[in-house]
């Protein structure tokens, strides 16, 4: 309606760390987060044990005073295996999707505003790799380079780069047209200006939603694939290996695979309540520009 | 004297048509129009008719399908042509608020043009504050983001930076659409000062006719994408030539109820482009019309000194003017 | 004066701000409109008309708070009706027609369609077709039985105005708010709408509010003017009186200073100083004394409203009483 647009003036914009922590699962969300990205920074401070570090005598024990979480079947200390997998599922996490978001961003704008072959050449290359099945791709690549770290983010990035891309894209060809952009080509501006200086800042927010919202679905590829064998190799404590683990041992010792699984539910909820708290505080704004 | 700015049978298409049979539809057809160093010519039309679409081309937004360009004597071709007017001409739009990049400040906006052009801008904080000053905005607006803009002040936003190369021509799309009454006011002024303090040419693309009288030195009038009618303002306002014209003077509304309109000026609408009726394009709605303006099209023909039509009658009958101009 | 159809009675609305504080965007605004009468609300942006306007057929949007007075539509206030009862009132006793009619308009539906489920005949008859073809021939639609099975896409701006106005009147209703109607449209369009409702107020047995920032379309249209600012109405006359006669220091500054009506050859046009005032944070006295060249030291004190004359008042110290 007329009328509200009109006689009520716009908010003043809020601090976006404000807006989110008004947000109950958007605060929520955050508190979880900072808590894991402590864990993995600080890991070498926090955990109490080496997390490799064999006591064979001391397998399956469970939660003390001496071992929070308790210890597996190699009498490695669970808790510093979990802490040690925090850096291992975040780093691989930000990398990965940091690597795919960058990597969607770039070919999403010269998509959207660079020539329309390159646009056909670059959507063909993002509907061709998406429609290969996530699955059968991740076993192919790891099949050819091996497991490992390198490997695990590759395939992740191979995932998630073309639906960034192709989100990027869309976003791109419909602010190209506005009127912002045409004033800055009538001033005689460039397109690598125009990308950089004026499409970049207006299509990133909805990617850093959607990237977080990633984060949680690259925590659970990673410990997926590690349960099946094919993440990062053991020994390395990943949340994966430490689930893989606990299923083995799950009649004599239930508490390990209950140990591991506690972290993995919590950092999928964390990350997923930022991205929606974020969503809710980015979006109003959206496109929703006037006319006369 | 040159012209600032010299049109030569400019005609302009635009993409039409499904995939498989594309078309290219004539949105602005033959228009020859000049503005001289520090003149404001005004181009005057309802929409659809092509008078955004022209303003676009002018800047090389939109390509152009035929004609001549020419800026300060040089014809205007490929990069470097365009380059050198952008440089030296500014453009405005309508919709002040959505030209302006939404995640940048004013003070960033306003001395983009410099880091465009690669102009030295030694201390861009002063320099923000000098055009904000010179369009009578207070320096604290330089950290404001356009959407915590009113109407006015981006409009304002957008004469600063249109200023802010001192270019010899601004080309504005509707200067005071959205704006109100008072604000207008203001708009105007201002851009009538900065016309006689810097020698600006001006180019104003408006349907609204108050603003004409009171800004230009001269009008063309387009219909479906054709001047029909041009010359000096006074004069065409005085006694229009073409029927058109003097509809458009009869149509608009005066702010005085002893003037009120008793009978319809105009009838219709603007006929589609997609179906241009054939001879004269203004018959199908024009009081006038004769059997020769179904058949034939007539040329934009000098009817006085200074001015041309695009009306049969306007020819062939000398005291045509007058004539219509009774009819208000 | 025949009994008003509509009275608005000391109404004042307010939106709430994230930031806190209220805007006052109507204060205490009372006015009547008659059978047979065309009455104007003139503001400029954040006047509050488009706000009163909504807040005469309770359409308000969501955020603003009524906070007092009543609208009198035959007797019963409007704003305290239960739900259903003011549904009903809607479209037959008054209607509203908007800026934009696009938007007024379900973009999948036929023009015929929608305005049968106006008119409640879910079927659209023969006989309800007959009717609603010619309503749409009364608002100067060529070819109007054609016109029914198109849609709105199909329609130019000027078009859907009619059908828009056409579709207002199918009740018969016996107010028709128009809010901005012309402001969308290119001149002759505008020219041909202002016709065409003037025609309307001639033959339909009703009273229009007609909402505008345009002066052009307050002289041309209306009988009776209010001219709003800051949320109240500071000037109220005959149309002739406000354009002849202006008291308020308001509406003489904003007449002034349009450009339909100064001399061409002077190169300036006449300004109002200052801005609008806050609506949240309003002085005492006069909103609009830090603008007005003829304040005084009174105007810092709260507003007397003056009757100046027979059918018009003015909200200002300096106006003789």
Known sequence: MSCAAEEVRPPARRGIGRALMADPLGAAGFALVAVFLAMALLAPWIAPFDPVALDVKAKFQPPSAAHWAGTDHLGRDLLSRIVWGAR??????????????????????????????????????????????????????ITVLGPGTATLILVIVLVSFPAYGRMIRTQTLALSGADFILAERAMGAGPARIIFRHLLPNVVGPLVILICMDIPVVIMLEAGLGYLNLGVRPPAPSWGNILSDGYTSLRQ???????????????????????????????????GRRRP | MTAVLDLARVSVDLPAGGFFAPVRLPVVLDVSLGVARGQSVALVGESGSGKTTLARAVMGLQPVAAGRIAF???????????????????????????????????????????????????????????????????????????HELSGGQARRVGVARALALKPRLVIADEPTAGLDVSVQAEVLNLMTDLRQAMGLAYLIITH??????????????????????????????????????????????????????????????????????????????????????????????????????????AVTQPEQGERHAVEN | MTAPLLSVEGLSVSYRVPEGGDVRAVRGVSLAVARGEVLGIMGESGSGKST??????????????????????????????????????????????FQDPMTAFNPVLTIGRQMADFAGAHDAARAARGALAAMLARVGIPDAERCLD?????????????????????????????????????????????????????????????????????????????????????????????????????????LACDPAVVDPASGRLPVIGGRVPDLAALPQGCAFAPRCPAAFAACRTPVPRRVPGPERSVLCHGVAP
């Open chain 2, 208 to 313: 609204n006719l108050a603003l004409v009288r009171h800004v230009a030195d001269r009008v063309a009038v387009l219909y479906l994408g054709r001047v029909v009618e041009e010359g000096p303002t006074g004069a065409v306002f005085a006694a229009p030539a073409h029927p058109y014209t003097a509809s458009l003077i009869a149509a608009e509304p005066l702010p005085d109820p002893r003037r009120r309109r008793a009978d319809l000026a105009i009838r219709g609408e603007v006929p589609s482009i997609l179906r241009r009726p054939a001879g004269c394009e203004f018959h199908t709605r024009c009081p006038l019309a004769r059997d020769i303006c179904r058949r034939r099209a007539p040329d934009l023909a000098v009817t006085g000194p200074d001015r041309r039509a695009r009306c049969h009658l």
């Open chain 3, 52 to 97: 009163l306007a909504a807040a005469m057929i309770n359409l308000l949007p969501p955020g603003a708070r009524i906070e007092g007075g009543a609208v009198r539509l035959g007797g019963a206030d409007m704003l305290r009706l239960p739900a259903a009862e003011q549904r009903r009132l809607r479209g037959r006793a008054v209607a509203m027609v």
């Open chain 1, 88 to 141: 291992l599922a975040l780093g691989i996490a930000t990398t990965s999707v940091g690597i795919a978001g960058a990597l969607g961003l770039v070919l999403g704008l010269v998509a959207g505003y660079g020539p329309r072959w390159l646009d056909a050449l670059l959507v063909l290359v993002f509907d061709s790799m998406s429609s290969l099945p996530m699955i059968f791709l991740a076993l192919a690549v």
């Open chain 3, 150 to 254: 198109r849609y709105p896409h199909e329609l130019s701006g000027g078009m859907r105005q009619r059908v828009a106005i056409a579709a207002a009147l199918l009740m018969q209703p016996e107010v028709l708010i128009a809010d901005e109607p012309t402001t969308a449209l290119d001149v002759t369009m505008e020219a041909q709408i202002i016709h065409l409702l003037r025609d309307l107020s001639r033959e339909f047995d009703g009273a229009i509010v007609v909402v505008t920032h345009h002066l052009g379309v307050i002289a041309e249209l209306c009988d009776r003017v209010a001219v709003m600012y800051a949320g109240e109405v500071v000037e109220e006359a005959p149309v002739d009186a406000l354009f002849h006669d202006p008291r308020h220091p308001y509406t003489r500054a904003l």
């Open chain 2, 72 to 146: 300060e004597g040089a014809a205007v071709e490929g990069r470097a042509g365009f380059a050198r007017l952008r440089r030296n001409a500014a453009l405005m739009f309508q919709d002040a608020t959505a030209s302006l990049s939404p995640r940048l400040t004013v003070g960033d906006l306003v001395t983009e043009p410099f880091r465009i052009h690669g102009q030295p801008l030694p201390d861009p904080r002063r320099t923000a504050r000098e055009l904000l000053g010179m369009v009578g905005l207070p320096p604290a607006m330089a950290s404001r983001y356009p």
């Open chain 1, 253 to 287: 010792a239930p508490h390990v695979i209950v140990v591991a699984g506690i972290p993995l539910v919590l950092a999928t909820l964390g990350f997923t309540f930022l991205g929606e708290g974020l969503r809710d505080v980015l979006d109003p704004r959206g496109a």
